[in-house]
């Protein structure tokens, strides 16, 4: 679970759906958990009209993340769209088995670029058209708002966390996890659509601005603020 707390008594996740988990967990309706959705540097990030054939995963390599599901499904992929490319930026532990299978399969369309700094990111967001993250539970990805605010449409699944930032069919879509065919489906969908890509990118740029640190930052110190005097004014009664 991804919070911020202030002595057990103040939690502020980071996203509706870690709100949700963490009144679960703490089997509690308590009105001192409000949610603060994380936010990145989106001056970091500049909209642009990526290569509309280059698809990029952009993510740690672990079983949560979906990574096997992608390289399975690119196979498909590949035999109904030619002209396709997946980029893949990442390391973890199952960086050598990806590059097993990618081998196995004859994926030459596929780029394995293990990890890469954050201005070799921004600038591979800046030239895919398409983002897919086809993760099984996020707290608040900012890599989808990331590609979000760099104008790639993003494919990902109907999840905790990334259901906080897309929208299905309006600022992004999204499919169940682990479904490997509709993950397939989905971005052929696209590859072979441009102009819902592009839609879908500009929808996601306005979305993105929602998630801005500044405004973040802003609201944790109002949220504090607000639980202190909260508390003060509890302790003088």
């Given amino acids: 679970e991804t919070y911020r707390a202030l002595r057990e008594e103040l ?14 967990l703490l089997n509690t309706k308590r009105n001192d958990i409000i949610t603060n959705p994380n936010g990145t540097l989106l001056s970091d990030f500049q909209p642009n009209e990526g290569d509309t054939c280059q698809v990029l995963y952009l993510s740690k390599l672990g079983k949560k993340k979906g990574i096997r599901i992608l390289i399975q499904a690119w196979k ?18 199952l960086e ?65 966390g990334v259901r906080d930032v897309v929208e299905d069919e309006k600022t992004g879509l999204l499919i169940p996890p682990g479904d490997k065919k509709e993950l397939a489906d989905t971005l052929l969908d696209l590859l072979s659509d441009p102009q819902k890509t592009r839609e879908l990118g500009r929808r996601g740029v306005m979305r993105s601005s929602h998630f801005d640190i500044n405004k973040m930052l802003d609201r944790e110190l109002r949220i504090v603020n607000n639980w202190l005097q909260s508390k003060q004014t509890g302790l003088s009664v």
């Fill in 11 to 24: 939690f502020t996740p980071v996203s509706e759906s870690t709100a949700t988990r963490l009144k679960r």
């Fill in 76 to 93: 498909q992929v590949k035999r109904c769209h030619s002209d396709a490319e997946l980029i893949v930026a990442g390391s973890g532990p």
């Fill in 96 to 160: 050598q088995e990806v590059e097993r299978k990618v081998a196995e399969l004859d994926l030459k369309s596929v780029s394995l670029l293990g990890y890469v700094s954050e201005s070799r990111k921004r600038k591979l967001l800046s030239s895919s058209a398409i983002f897919v993250l086809p993760t099984y539970i996020e707290g608040m990805p900012l890599t989808v708002i990331e590609a979000m605010a760099s104008g790639c449409a993003v494919v990902s699944t109907e999840t905790y």
